[in-house]
């Protein structure tokens, strides 16, 4: 079974984190404790070290600890990173990379997926440090037990109290289970703009930045999906452990995607594809008149194709899904692209939002099926993707092979 490592810190809940070694050790998983000094205030490592029969790691810098290689090489043999309780002084260091203990160099070392468990004052819990610190560990993809509200040890009354030791370990079940529910699955997914050219300088593009494309390939990758993203001129970086084709305008776009769709479990068209390309001039259009009038031309309809390649039996069993960038009715529109395009599932989103949709890092989606629809609220593109991707593997799970 995985080994969990299971970080400590100095919050009056740690004797809780007692309860959640025990948890996992039942659930049938090897546990390796990692103390901040703070945490050794409120709970001893030896209480550790009899329940789980692993040295408690305490100390980066231990005389004698480097030359144990399994304490070294929990980096890379740990299934999942676990921290609770995690003070807001944890969650900060994790959020901005700072390295200045086991625990905190632990996080940056592992590629692990990382489940927290905060634990605070509550006016510590609402501050806008800490909420800002969360936001960024949840768009790296970290899963955030939240705490629960009632008394707390320092005498309020409100939300802060680290979770229960079974809502704790339930999330680290549920975050492994995952981490293996695509294997052996092929994903497709574009991201990005596309930049149509006007002539050899100038070009007609959109604001897409390829995060909301990036954010499914991350999580579908994390599940042990293998992941092609073909991707238009994108402003991010690409995620890790993803294999990448670079494309420029949606006729490229086109030809990338079709000469990979065969075989593919899924195709996820998140890109911002231009609906119109101009005809391209080959030598830069000079400035002579006071108005200028460009002829645009259709771009081929990636979606519409792959829906129509399917509908005609050549992308047997591949699970098609769309988006729909919209400003107004929304929801209508994407039932009547869903239809229209011959596809699964259509994630529409208001793209007339500001704090949602199209270069920013949150969204807010209604997702589009022919079995109903779901709403997913205003989230880092990280959440909303994890939410599609439960989507995409619920309607694999029922699709006929
Ligand atoms: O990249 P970000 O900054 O994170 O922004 C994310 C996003 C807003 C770009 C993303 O959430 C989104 O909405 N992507 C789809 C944008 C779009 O082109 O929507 P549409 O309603 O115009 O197109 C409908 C669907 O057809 C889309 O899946 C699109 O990829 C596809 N399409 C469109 C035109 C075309 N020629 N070929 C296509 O395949």
């Given amino acids: 079974m995985p080994t969990i490592a299971l970080g400590v810190t100095g919050g009056i809940g740690a004797y809780k984190a ?23 205030h409120f709970v001893g490592p030896l209480t550790f070290e009899a329940i789980t029969r692993h040295p408690v790691i305490t100390d980066q810098f231990a005389p ?9 090489q929990l980096a890379t043999d740990a299934a999942l990173l676990l921290v609770a309780p995690a003070t807001a002084n944890c969650l900060g260091k994790m959020a901005h990379g700072i390295a200045d203990d086991f625990l905190s160099s632990l996080y940056l070392a592992t590629r692990a997926p990382v489940v927290v468990a905060p634990a605070m004052n509550t006016f510590m819990w609402e501050h806008d440090a800490v909420r800002r610190n969360l936001e960024v560990l949840r768009e790296r993809g970290v899963r955030v ?56 300088v100038r070009y007609v593009g959109n604001r897409s930045s390829g995060r909301m494309g990036f954010a499914i390939a991350e999580e579908a990758a994390a599940r042990g999906a293998e992941v092609t993203v073909v991707a238009g001129p994108v402003s991010v970086a690409p995620p ?37 390309r101009p005809e391209r001039a080959t030598e830069k259009i000079a400035k002579e008149t006071q108005t200028l009038t460009l002829v645009l031309h259709r ?41 229209r395009k011959q596809v699964d599932l259509v994630v529409a989103n208001d793209v007339s939002r500001s704090d949602a949709g199209f270069d920013v890092d949150a969204n807010a989606v209604v997702l589009v099926a022919e079995d109903g629809e779901q709403e997913l609220g205003l989230a880092p593109k990280r959440e909303i993707a994890r939410g599609i991707v439960d989507r995409i593997e619920r309607l694999l799970g029922t699709r006929k092979e």
């Fill in 240 to 276: 890790p452990g993803v294999a990448l084709v670079r494309v420029r305008g949606a006729v490229e776009m086109r030809d990338a995607v079709m000469a990979r769709a065969k075989g593919q479990d899924v195709i996820v068209m998140a890109a911002a594809v231009a609906d119109y």
């Fill in 64 to 72: 004698g600890a480097n030359a144990d290689i399994a304490h070294i």
């Fill in 299 to 339: 771009t081929p309809d990636i979606l519409e194709g792959l829906g129509r390649e399917r509908a005609e039996g050549r992308l047997p069993g591949t699970l098609l899904v769309g988006f729909a960038a919209e400003t107004s009715e929304v929801v209508a529109r994407a039932r009547e692209k869903r239809r």
């Fill in 18 to 40: 007692v309860e959640v070694a025990r948890g996992l050790q039942k659930a049938g998983h090897e546990v390796v404790v990692v103390m901040t000094e703070a945490a050794r």
């Fill in 145 to 200: 037990v939240e705490p629960g509200e009632g008394f707390l040890a320092c005498g309020w009354m409100g939300k802060g109290r680290l979770a229960e030791p079974d809502a704790i370990v339930a999330a680290v079940l549920d975050t492994l289970r995952k981490g293996a529910s695509l294997a052996g699955r092929r994903f497709l997914v574009t991201a990005g703009p596309t930049f149509e050219d006007i002539d050899p």
